[in-house]
């Protein structure tokens, strides 16, 4: 059963959000990093870069499957875990953690709001079985 | 069989298919020809290709190397030429491995850091080779020198037609024959990559360093496409030059002329860019008991899982052919790659001095030049070289007329480690007859 | 009961370059017999290498031989037995084909050589382009494409160039949607998007057929180029709409493409002209048989009507009356509307020597029975393993049918561990999680190269297998257990890629290294 901490907020596109003051710092949950298998790459922007919300800002790959990874805020990149380069392993070991990959500054802090709560995510990843 | 299947005939086996689209009568194809016949057939068929029985100086892409006997005989051992591509490491170890050494000789020859398991040829390499720079820089406008393989230079139009990339020519000298840094008048930041051919199709050699260094200065890629791959064997590689994608034709590794193809191609380039090369990759792996095997990986970057988002759509690459010149190139070892090379060469410029000699004959290109070289007779070409083959049965070399029609008295001479002395002089004694 | 094989000692055999002893050569070249110059003044020292080529291999002709003959044995191929991957059509190849392949009149000639030095070869283009003509019912064809996915490219880019002239260059600007049924090769979406195509996928029915009204709706927009279809599809399924699935495209003011993939469910029985095809691809190296190589080299033949026909790569072969009124064959390049040459000379000429004997050998009635004997064998295995394995479509399957791993998943055994259980009974397995649409997909195509033994003996072992994934699933999801190595730990290979061998760093030059 996959992990789903409460303390954080989830997108349908299976990313974590966790808040902190303006920033959110983002990554994608247990439940993805657990349909994806062995992570073996993880392409990143660059610190600087704006996204709108819902918008592609980089892929994870396992041996056999690629996937997007979206932004669920918009706001510009302050921070990317540069440390997955060489360790891409960690999305799968410490998703919520180690494994982050971006932090953002948010434009409009209001739209984790909108995001689905540990409860609502555990819902819909269970629907979507 | 049928009645096991609960089918009543054979003709039902295709119900699915609607009636009025099935064939109501055999195909208009003749009766089956026993062995005989057919080899009888293609004997004949063979014997009209004159051509294939000329003391031949043809080159241009395609070129007459010795080639050691045993290529063919491991080539055709079942467990090489009848399997399929590599899926399933547990039993296909064999062409993994292979395609392994193949790779890193590929990357000795070329002087670069990686390299994948071929192309189709050393044309559609090149082509792709564009593609990948679009997809590095961002950048859309590539300038090929006019002085690469008129067929390449096709190709790669083809490709790019529809990619938003912009090909532009950049001229060669009609002095040196050869592509000069300041003849690139396109370059600026916008360049996603300057193309140039070493040895070109003029048989001139290109300065790869001069170039690198212009062209890396506004952050566009060097591509270096190699038509004769023997050269490596004598050249200073690419790699060592600056050049950030190197493609070439691999058929002078022990593949036969075969009209053509099937050939290989050679697609080597720098580790960074290792996510954005094209065609299939083979890496070393190991299984829960620390057995080292090889796999096919980085497939993510593939048609088959990324789809329209794929770095090419090559699925089916030229794994035997790839083979054929790992093979040749093991044999050979370095020494034997760099005799053939050096023989080429002394025969090549031996040939040139002689025809120089010549009156009315000369070389228009003062460049250096490998085992190629272009010849400016007193009269047509293309008669003239008809003549030489009706009357002394010699091949002496391909009209530049055929791709220029501005050059109608050039025609490109190639000599290799397998055209004699006895052969060169024939051809010199054939040429004095249009001496003016 | 495993009946196939045994196991037997497997040679190791390291990589060549950890082989290579200083001296040893395997080549033999007479010396130079010209007058020799200097080498410094022909060619400058700044264009010579200064490596002696070192890192590659030294061995002998006979550390070769044996170096690729002890690998080989790790190998499966087609000439062991049944080779059942789905869409891969892999057959049985005639060594009479090789042998033609070889003769010195063809394998000795220059692709540059005058036409009139060249007649028999270009023979072999032209009647080959006949015979493939007739048998796909389309007139137009050009035997340049390398492979499928490269005569896939050369079809699309024939349907934009075709677009672009009937229509204009601005108004054909408007047509750039490419359908493609989720079914399809990936080789589809990636050539149209090399064409400059925008891909648009088609949902299948339940059924396993592509979607008709799911097809209306999308060629609804007026921005349909065509349609990139399968026949029959890649669930083995003949689409039996095709008719009206072409109507539709042609209705909307596109075209259809057809993947030939699976052509030798159709040879001799169906053709793709008469169903209303425009452009279609095929694959020498599965229909017709010409050996795969372990990945190559195939080769592509694109096949077109007569509308299509002056958009083809250049140059093509024709024919014209000689002076003694014998037909003189030519190379032609005046098509004005041509897309352009797709690859130097003239394509993978000796593939194409290797299906015209192909084709001769078998002759009408050869060519039929084989696909007849293709389509029975794949009922048959459906028929066989349908009682163990789920199977997604209920249609009787053409050429090839798919099941998937539903029954077996819910012990945890799924479609990769059957494939690998399958190595240790002595079958490569079928193509597996192909396509993408079936979850857990296994195709299987046996073609028609394989006998009833052979059948009963996969049907048994792959029934064998679902038992072992009931009674002790362990056993498959390690398998396979009779290879010289296990699964390979694919995930760190990719995360650390090792594509090259590299000589091992003496300690002296590492340490050097690490400080520099």
Same mark, same amino acid.
């Given at each position: 059963?996959?992990?789903?901490?409460?303390?954080?907020?989830?997108?349908?596109?299976?990313?974590?959000?966790?808040?902190?003051?303006?920033?959110?710092?983002?990554?994608?949950?247990?439940?993805?990093?657990?349909?994806?298998?062995?992570?073996?790459?993880?392409?990143?922007?660059?610190?600087?870069?704006?996204?709108?919300?819902?918008?592609?800002?980089?892929?994870?790959?396992?041996?056999?499957?690629?996937?997007?990874?979206?932004?669920?805020?918009?706001?510009?990149?302050?921070?990317?875990?540069?440390?997955?380069?060489?360790?891409?392993?960690?999305?799968?070991?410490?998703?919520?953690?180690?494994?982050?990959?971006?932090?953002?500054?948010?434009?409009?802090?209001?739209?984790?709001?909108?995001?689905?709560?540990?409860?609502?995510?555990?819902?819909?990843?269970?629907?979507?079985? | 069989?049928?009645?096991?299947?609960?089918?009543?005939?054979?003709?039902?086996?295709?119900?699915?298919?609607?009636?009025?689209?099935?064939?109501?009568?055999?195909?208009?194809?003749?009766?089956?020809?026993?062995?005989?016949?057919?080899?009888?057939?293609?004997?004949?068929?063979?014997?009209?290709?004159?051509?294939?029985?000329?003391?031949?100086?043809?080159?241009?892409?395609?070129?007459?190397?010795?080639?050691?006997?045993?290529?063919?005989?491991?080539?055709?051992?079942?467990?090489?030429?009848?399997?399929?591509?590599?899926?399933?490491?547990?039993?296909?170890?064999?062409?993994?491995?292979?395609?392994?050494?193949?790779?890193?000789?590929?990357?000795?020859?070329?002087?670069?850091?990686?390299?994948?398991?071929?192309?189709?040829?050393?044309?559609?390499?090149?082509?792709?080779?564009?593609?990948?720079?679009?997809?590095?820089?961002?950048?859309?406008?590539?300038?090929?020198?006019?002085?690469?393989?008129?067929?390449?230079? /096709?190709?790669?139009?083809?490709?790019?037609?529809?990619?938003?990339?912009?090909?532009?020519?950049?001229?060669?000298?009609?002095?040196?024959?050869?592509?000069?840094? /300041?003849?690139?008048?396109?370059?600026?930041?916008?360049?996603?990559?300057?193309?140039?051919?070493?040895?070109?199709?003029?048989?001139?050699?290109?300065?790869?360093?001069?170039?690198?260094?212009?062209?890396?200065?506004?952050?566009?890629?060097?591509?270096?496409?190699?038509?004769?791959?023997?050269?490596? @064997?004598?050249?200073?590689?690419?790699?060592?030059?600056?050049?950030?994608?190197?493609?070439?034709? @691999?058929?002078?590794?022990?593949?036969?002329?075969?009209?053509?193809?099937?050939?290989?191609?050679?697609?080597?380039?720098?580790?960074?860019?290792?996510?954005?090369?094209?065609?299939?990759?083979?890496?070393?792996?190991?299984?829960?008991?620390?057995?080292?095997?090889?796999?096919?990986?980085?497939?993510?970057?593939?048609?088959?899982?990324?789809?329209?988002?794929?770095?090419?759509?090559?699925?089916?690459?030229?794994?035997?052919?790839?083979?054929?010149?790992?093979?040749?190139?093991?044999?050979?070892?370095?020494?034997?790659?760099?005799?053939?090379?050096?023989?080429?060469?002394?025969?090549?410029?031996?040939?040139?001095?002689?025809?120089?000699?010549?009156?009315?004959?000369?070389?228009?290109?003062?460049?250096?030049?490998?085992?190629?070289?272009?010849?400016?007779?007193?009269?047509?070409?293309?008669?003239?070289?008809?003549?030489?083959?009706?009357?002394?049965?010699?091949?002496?070399?391909?009209?530049?007329?055929?791709?220029?029609?501005?050059?109608?008295?050039?025609?490109?001479?190639?000599?290799?480690?397998?055209?004699?002395?006895?052969?060169?002089?024939?051809?010199?004694?054939?040429?004095?007859?249009?001496?003016? | 009961?495993?009946?196939?094989?045994?196991?037997?000692?497997?040679?190791?055999?390291?990589?060549?370059?950890?082989?290579?002893?200083?001296?040893?050569?395997?080549?033999?070249?007479?010396?130079?017999?010209? /007058?020799?110059?200097?080498?410094?003044?022909?060619?400058?020292?700044?264009?010579?290498?200064?490596?002696?080529?070192?890192?590659?291999?030294?061995?002998?002709?006979?550390?070769?031989?044996?170096?690729?003959?002890?690998?080989?044995?790790?190998?499966?191929?087609?000439?062991?037995?049944?080779?059942?991957?789905?869409?891969?059509?892999?057959?049985?190849?005639?060594?009479?084909?090789?042998?033609?392949?070889?003769?010195?009149?063809?394998?000795?000639?220059?692709?540059?050589?005058?036409?009139?030095?060249?007649?028999?070869?270009?023979?072999?283009?032209?009647?080959?382009?006949?015979?493939?003509?007739?048998?796909?019912?389309?007139?137009?064809?050009?035997?340049?494409?390398?492979?499928?996915?490269?005569?896939?490219?050369?079809?699309?880019?024939?349907?934009?160039?075709?677009?672009?002239?009937?229509?204009?260059?601005?108004?054909?600007?408007?047509?750039?949607?490419?359908?493609?049924?989720?079914?399809?090769?990936?080789?589809?979406?990636?050539?149209?998007?090399?064409?400059?195509?925008?891909?648009?996928?088609?949902?299948?029915?339940?059924?396993?057929?592509?979607?008709?009204?799911?097809?209306?709706?999308?060629?609804?927009?007026?921005?349909?180029?065509?349609?990139?279809?399968?026949?029959?599809?890649?669930?083995?399924?003949?689409?039996?709409?095709?008719?009206?699935?072409?109507?539709?495209?042609?209705?909307?003011?596109?075209?259809?493409?057809?993947?030939?993939?699976?052509?030798?469910?159709?040879?001799?029985?169906?053709?793709?002209?008469?169903?209303?095809?425009?452009?279609?691809?095929?694959?020498?190296?599965?229909?017709?048989?010409?050996?795969?190589?372990?990945?190559?080299?195939?080769? @592509?033949?694109?096949?077109?009507?007569?509308?299509?026909?002056?958009?083809?790569?250049?140059?093509?072969?024709?024919?014209?009356?000689?002076?003694?009124?014998?037909?003189?064959?030519?190379?032609?390049?005046?098509?004005?509307?041509?897309?352009?040459?797709?690859?130097?000379?003239?394509?993978?000429?000796?593939?194409?020597?290797?299906?015209?004997?192909?084709?001769?050998?078998?002759?009408?009635?050869?060519?039929?029975?084989?696909?007849?004997?293709?389509?029975?064998?794949?009922?048959?295995?459906?028929?066989?393993?349908?009682?163990?394995?789920?199977?997604?479509?209920?249609?009787?399957?053409?050429?090839?049918?798919?099941?998937?791993?539903?029954?077996?998943?819910?012990?945890?055994?799924?479609?990769?561990?059957?494939?690998?259980?399958?190595?240790?009974?002595?079958?490569?397995?079928?193509?597996?999680?192909?396509?993408?649409?079936?979850?857990?997909?296994?195709?299987?195509?046996?073609?028609?190269?394989?006998?009833?033994?052979?059948?009963?003996?996969?049907?048994?072992?792959?029934?064998?297998?679902?038992?072992?994934?009931?009674?002790?699933?362990?056993?498959?999801?390690?398998?396979?257990?009779?290879?010289?190595?296990?699964?390979?730990?694919?995930?760190?290979?990719?995360?650390?890629?090792?594509?090259?061998?590299?000589?091992?760093?003496?300690?002296?030059?590492?340490?050097?290294?690490?400080?520099?």
């Amino acid at each position: 059963m996959a992990n789903v901490p409460d303390n954080l907020h989830y997108s349908k596109d299976h990313e974590w959000v966790r808040v902190d003051g303006d920033t959110a710092i983002i990554g994608i949950t247990d439940h993805a990093q657990e349909q994806l298998g062995d992570v073996v790459y993880v392409e990143l922007p660059k610190a600087g870069e704006s996204f709108a919300g819902n918008e592609s800002f980089g892929s994870v790959e396992s041996v056999k499957a690629v996937s997007e990874i979206f932004t669920p805020v918009s706001g510009e990149v302050t921070d990317v875990n540069e440390s997955l380069n060489d360790e891409p392993e960690k999305v799968n070991k410490d998703p919520y953690g180690e494994g982050w990959m971006i932090k953002m500054k948010m434009t409009a802090p209001a739209e984790v709001d909108s995001l689905l709560t540990a409860a609502e995510y555990e819902d819909f990843t269970k629907a979507e079985e | 069989m049928l009645r096991q299947i609960g089918v009543s005939s054979t003709e039902n086996l295709f119900d699915s298919v609607p009636g009025d689209l099935r064939l109501r009568g055999p195909l208009n194809v003749p009766a089956a020809l026993s062995e005989l016949e057919l080899l009888k057939k293609f004997d004949a068929m063979a014997d009209r290709n004159d051509a294939a029985r000329r003391i031949s100086f043809l080159g241009a892409g395609a070129y007459s190397h010795y080639t050691p006997t045993i290529v063919d005989h491991l080539i055709s051992r079942s467990e090489f030429l009848t399997a399929y591509t590599p899926y399933q490491p547990e039993i296909s170890q064999g062409t993994l491995q292979a395609i392994f050494e193949f790779q890193t000789l590929v990357c000795q020859l070329t002087g670069m850091d990686i390299a994948n398991a071929s192309m189709y040829d050393g044309s559609t390499a090149m082509a792709e080779a564009v593609l990948m720079a679009e997809r590095v820089t961002r950048r859309s406008k590539v300038i090929a020198s006019s002085a690469i393989h008129p067929e390449y230079l /096709d190709v790669a139009h083809t490709y790019v037609q529809h990619a938003g990339i912009e090909l532009q020519h950049s001229p060669y000298g009609s002095e040196s024959g050869t592509t000069s840094p /300041d003849s690139l008048t396109g370059l600026d930041d916008k360049t996603a990559a300057v193309v140039v051919q070493s040895p070109n199709f003029l048989g001139c050699l290109e300065d790869i360093q001069a170039l690198s260094d212009k062209v890396h200065a506004v952050g566009a890629l060097l591509i270096v496409v190699v038509t004769e791959a023997v050269s490596f @064997g004598l050249l200073r590689s690419p790699g060592a030059c600056g050049a950030d994608i190197v493609v070439a034709e @691999g058929q002078s590794f022990g593949v036969p002329l075969s009209f053509g193809g099937p050939y290989v191609g050679l697609f080597a380039t720098r580790e960074k860019y290792a996510r954005q090369i094209p065609g299939r990759l083979v890496g070393e792996a190991y299984d829960s008991k620390g057995r080292r095997g090889f796999v096919l990986t980085l497939a993510t970057r593939e048609q088959h899982i990324r789809r329209e988002k794929a770095t090419s759509n090559i699925c089916t690459n030229e794994g035997l052919i790839a083979l054929a010149a790992t093979i040749y190139l093991e044999t050979m070892g370095p020494r034997g790659v760099a005799e053939v090379a050096g023989q080429c060469t002394q025969k090549a410029h031996y040939a040139a001095r002689k025809i120089s000699a010549v009156e009315g004959f000369s070389l228009p290109f003062s460049a250096p030049f490998f085992n190629e070289f272009v010849v400016r007779a007193p009269v047509e070409a293309a008669p003239l070289l008809a003549t030489l083959a009706r009357e002394r049965g010699i091949d002496g070399g391909i009209t530049l007329s055929r791709y220029d029609a501005s050059r109608p008295n050039d025609f490109l001479v190639c000599v290799t480690e397998t055209n004699t002395r006895e052969q060169i002089d024939a051809l010199i004694e054939g040429l004095k007859a249009f001496s003016q | 009961m495993i009946s196939k094989v045994t196991t037997h000692i497997s040679p190791n055999e390291q990589l060549i370059f950890e082989r290579s002893q200083p001296g040893r050569a395997g080549f033999s070249l007479p010396p130079l017999d010209v /007058d020799e110059a200097a080498l410094n003044e022909i060619i400058p020292r700044q264009f010579q290498r200064d490596d002696n080529l070192s890192g590659m291999p030294e061995v002998t002709e006979v550390d070769v031989i044996r170096h690729f003959t002890r690998m080989s044995t790790w190998n499966y191929s087609i000439d062991q037995g049944m080779y059942p991957l789905g869409s891969c059509t892999m057959k049985y190849n005639s060594r009479l084909n090789e042998k033609v392949a070889r003769i010195a009149g063809f394998a000795n000639l220059h692709p540059l050589a005058s036409e009139a030095e060249a007649q028999g070869a270009l023979q072999v283009i032209y009647e080959l382009q006949q015979y493939l003509a007739e048998i796909t019912g389309l007139p137009g064809v050009s035997l340049q494409p390398a492979a499928g996915a490269h005569g896939e490219m050369t079809g699309v880019m024939i349907i934009r160039a075709f677009i672009d002239a009937r229509d204009g260059k601005e108004k054909s600007a408007q047509r750039r949607t490419m359908l493609i049924p989720d079914s399809a090769h990936g080789t589809n979406p990636a050539s149209a998007h090399l064409s400059g195509f925008t891909v648009k996928t088609i949902r299948s029915t339940a059924e396993g057929l592509t979607a008709l009204d799911h097809l209306r709706e999308l060629c609804a927009h007026g921005d349909v180029a065509g349609l990139m279809l399968t026949n029959p599809n890649t669930l083995g399924l003949f689409e039996r709409n095709i008719r009206e699935i072409c109507d539709i495209v042609h209705d909307a003011g596109g075209l259809v493409y057809m993947d030939g993939a699976n052509m030798n469910a159709l040879v001799g029985v169906a053709r793709p002209g008469d169903m209303g095809v425009d452009v279609i691809h095929l694959n020498l190296h599965k229909t017709f048989s010409t050996p795969h190589g372990g990945g190559g080299p195939g080769s @592509g033949p694109c096949c077109c009507t007569k509308e299509l026909e002056p958009f083809l790569p250049v140059p093509r072969v024709r024919t014209r009356s000689g002076s003694d009124r014998a037909t003189v064959f030519t190379l032609d390049f005046n098509y004005p509307q041509s897309i352009g040459r797709v690859k130097a000379f003239y394509g993978n000429y000796g593939m194409m020597l290797r299906a015209l004997a192909y084709i001769l050998t078998h002759g009408r009635d050869g060519l039929r029975e084989a696909t007849e004997a293709a389509v029975l064998n794949a009922r048959y295995i459906a028929h066989g393993l349908v009682s163990d394995y789920e199977k997604p479509f209920a249609s009787p399957p053409m050429h090839e049918v798919v099941f998937t791993d539903k029954k077996q998943s819910r012990k945890g055994v799924h479609t990769l561990d059957i494939a690998k259980r399958l190595i240790d009974y002595g079958f490569h397995p079928m193509t597996i999680y192909f396509p993408l649409i079936v979850s857990g997909a296994m195709l299987i195509e046996p073609t028609e190269s394989v006998g009833r033994q052979e059948l009963d003996q996969f049907i048994d072992a792959m029934r064998s297998i679902a038992r072992e994934a009931l009674e002790d699933p362990e056993l498959v999801l390690k398998a396979p257990h009779s290879t010289r190595i296990g699964r390979l730990d694919e995930a760190t290979a990719a995360r650390k890629p090792v594509l090259r061998w590299k000589p091992k760093q003496s300690a002296a030059e590492s340490r050097s290294t690490a400080t520099s």
